[in-house]
């Protein structure tokens, strides 16, 4: 079966670190991308990793290890805006762009 | 430039009837799929065209049916209704039809079913 496993919700305070960890078993690999959703909004891209390896924009990096099926999000210096739901999801198909998603994370920024 | 377009927004149906869920996508993609979100089971694909046809299904019921018209447009049915297909119906559109393409989707058409 294809799964994408993630914490259900983690808590930081403002100016913290937090990684936010990925496992995923799917019966191919074309992609992982990470989407961000506040609450009653839509989801928002984020980070995409197709190779090994660190990918970081500006606050936030992702990481990917293709032999181990595992990618991290990193946040930086955390502000309250982050609170937020972060969503894993990989591209297991070459042909099209069908997302199979974890269930999230919500992640909770406190001061 | 303008995002993706869902309508309705909102709406309530019964047990039973049947629902039209419409997606305008962003100007210039081709590809629009569509995804169902629910508290338990999080985000979920239903199914993505491209140039009118359909590329892939997921694992729903025949129930839920679609079509992508000459322009992109999109829209989705669901007949039959069940309590069960209460959700946030999402709709995303995407430029590349490979590699990358990252999915840009709407605000969502939240279907409650009584």
């Known amino acids: 079966g294809q799964n994408i496993d993630q914490p259900t919700e983690m808590t930081a305070t403002e100016g913290a670190i937090v990684q936010i960890n990925c496992t995923y078993q799917?019966?191919?690999?074309?992609?992982l991308f990470w989407y961000q959703q506040h609450a009653g909004e839509a989801p928002t891209f984020l980070s995409y990793?197709?190779?090994?390896g660190l990918e970081e924009k500006g606050r936030f990096s992702s990481f990917l290890s293709r032999s181990k099926g595992y990618s991290y999000l990193l946040l930086k210096e955390l502000q309250m805006k982050d609170s937020a739901s972060y969503l894993c999801?990989?591209?297991?198909?070459?042909?099209?762009?069908?997302?199979?998603f974890g269930k999230g994370t919500t992640l909770s920024v406190s001061s | 430039k303008a995002g993706v377009t869902q309508t309705p927004r909102y709406l309530i149906k019964t047990r039973g009837q049947q629902v039209t869920l419409s997606c305008s996508p962003i100007?210039?993609?081709?590809?629009v799929s569509w995804y169902q979100q629910t508290p338990g089971q999080g985000l979920q694909f239903l199914f993505e065209?491209?140039?009118?046809?359909?590329?892939n299904k997921g694992n729903f019921p025949g129930r839920f049916s679609g079509r992508q018209f000459s322009n992109s447009r999109s829209e989705m049915n669901v007949s039959t209704l069940e309590l069960g297909d209460s959700a946030l119906y999402l709709c995303?559109?995407?430029?590349?039809?490979?590699?990358?393409?990252?999915?840009?989707f709407g605000e969502g058409s939240r279907l409650t079913v009584l």
């Open positions: 799917t019966s191919g690999f074309n992609g």
């Open positions: 990793n197709v190779l090994d």
């Open positions: 100007s210039g993609h081709r590809s």
């Open positions: 065209y491209f140039s009118e046809t359909q590329r």
């Open positions: 999801a990989v591209r297991s198909n070459q042909a099209g762009t069908a997302l199979i």
């Open positions: 995303a559109s995407s430029r590349s039809s490979g590699r990358g393409g990252e999915l840009f």
